[in-house]
């Protein structure tokens, strides 16, 4: 079973933005939702942001307005555009279905927010 892949996590000052980008293969963007995922400090992997095959996002209220989530299917992938980051935003950060399928979680990319 393959992993999906997660890129674009680094260190920025609190206000700043990043991208993320996640890679998988067809066989999981295929007509799933998908979403991104942040393990914070007590190791729980909390979903964040979700979208639908056809485009349709949902986000947690911590993170609307600041974040947006979308895809691209012709390139099986996934994206996280944050800005206006805050240090409680820290942590790595996952992309996976939505429900999770356990098989698909990669190494996830690591988001570290300075004040």
């Known amino acids: 079973q393959g992993r999906l892949v997660e890129s674009g996590g680094g260190l920025v000052q609190a206000g700043g933005s990043l991208r993320l980008t996640c890679v998988g293969s067809?066989?999981?963007?295929?007509?799933?939702?998908m979403g991104w995922y942040r393990q914070g400090p007590e190791n729980a992997r909390e979903l964040w942001a979700y979208i639908t095959h056809d485009g349709r996002a949902n986000y947690e209220d911590s993170v609307k307005g600041r974040f947006r989530i979308s895809r691209d299917n012709s390139k099986n992938t996934l994206y996280l555009q944050m800005n206006s980051l805050k240090p409680e935003d820290s942590g790595v950060y996952f992309c996976?279905?939505?429900?999770?399928?356990?098989?698909?979680w990669g190494q996830g990319t690591q988001v570290t927010v300075s004040p």
């Open positions: 067809g066989s999981i963007f295929s007509y799933n939702t």
């Open positions: 996976n279905t939505y429900p999770i399928r356990s098989d698909y």
